[in-house]
């Protein structure tokens, strides 16, 4: 009998109830490092979110980018439309009923 339970317990004992003979120092190691791998898991996540969530609003302000500088191209042409010495010298003739003066006309000081 005492040889049989000698070598369940060095079968047993070992495998299955070693982490009770583990010190104080040794669980606070291992609750350190169970911690820490939570604490980085967490964090991992974390960045992964917001690196996903910034992602997509980086892709939608490109793409609002894209529709303003359309317009402000659009803009730019309408503008140079608008300005031009032709269409303003029309409308100062015909709208305004303004002349170039002639040189008779000229007063200078």
Do not use: C
Not at 63 to 71: D, F, I, L, S, T
Not at 76 to 84: A, K, M, N, Q
């Amino acid at each position: 009998m005492n040889v049989a339970v000698r070598t369940l317990n060095n079968l047993f004992v070992p495998r299955f109830l070693s982490w009770l003979f583990v010190t104080e120092k040794q669980w606070t190691v291992a609750l350190f490092l169970g911690v820490s791998v939570l604490l980085s898991s967490v964090g991992l996540i974390y960045v992964k979110d917001s690196n996903r969530r910034l992602e997509a609003h980086l892709q939608s302000l490109q793409v609002q980018y894209g529709r303003m500088h359309a317009e402000w191209s659009q803009l730019l042409l309408e503008e140079s439309t608008w300005s031009s010495d032709a269409r303003i010298a029309n409308q100062a003739t015909h709208r305004l009923q303004m002349m170039i003066p002639k040189t008779k006309q000229i007063v200078s000081l």
